[in-house]
């Protein structure tokens, strides 16, 4: 009996004893199981803070590359000796052969180095799609803040006087006029290369009957690097380039346009964002009968442009085209 109850006694302190083993196990997993992802936190902690910097060193690179980029040499603008409603009309030498070329002082640009971050950055305020009934409004808010921008006109959608007096008070005024398709129709003038021949030869006449010149530079509707166009954008982008025309492109959206809705605020707060992020900036905004949101934005875009000490110029000959599809 005595023996029963020692072997009892035996079995009892073993289980005791694998009980305890196997606590202790427990708690060495319990805690293997809380440091180990401890650990890995804060070490991708660090690893995540030193990949946004550099991303944001790349980012930098990359901006400053973009506006670095220049359109070919070859490119000639109309030099000084324009008359002074026309200065910023950035006008097409091949059709004004009267006037005097001089590619040394306007076609190079200086490169930008390290130091320009330092300089006072500059945006470009470019408006498409216009003239519409919303061209006044948008030249009111400009003369009233004593600035100059750049309208990417389309041809006279309603054939009409009124619209016809727009495209010259744009000029009068000192901005700048460039192209952007004479129907604004993707679906046409995407369609083959002589399509679109056609439809700048419209608009370049219309504009040349219209305020006396063509202007040089030409924004693609939908931009350059558009996913619309069934043919490749490169055999347009050619054919400006032999046409001595600069395309330009934006860096900055405002998200102005037609179907996105967004309010003033939106729309100011996109623009400024945007540019916080360039030294030079294109942004894209629009000219159209239903945006009087952006003649709102406009006038708080530029007074915090100002606030911020940043210069508003309209795009002239030495202006750095901002282009998202090169071609090769
Ligand atoms: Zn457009």
Known sequence: MQEDQMLAFKAQRQRDKRIAQFKRNLLILAVIAIILPTLLCIYLFFKVNSLEDKLAALYKEGTAAVSQKRTDDNTVYASQDLKPDEVNAVENPSLNEQKTLNQETTGVQTPETNDSKKEKKIVYLTFDDGPSSNTKNILKVLKEHNVKATFFVVGNKYNSEEFEAMYKQIVEEGHTIGMHSYSHQYSTIYQSLDAFKEDL?????????????????????????????????EVFINYLKEKNLTYF????????????????????????????????????????????????????IIEQLKEQGIEILPIDQKTTPVQQLKAK
Do not use: C
């Open 201 to 233: 030869n419209l608009l370049q006449d219309y504009l040349n009957k219209t305020i006396g010149m063509s202007p040089a530079i030409y924004r693609f509707p939908g931009g350059s690097s558009n996913k619309v166009s069934d043919t490749k954008m």
């Open 249 to 300: 492109d934006w860096n900055v959206s405002s998200g102005d346009a037609a179907g996105q809705n967004l309010s003033v605020e939106e729309i100011v707060n996109n623009t400024m964002e945007g540019v916080s992020k360039n030294q030079t900036s294109v942004v894209l905004m629009h000219d159209s009968e239903h945006l009087d949101s952006t003649v709102e934005a406009l006038g708080k």
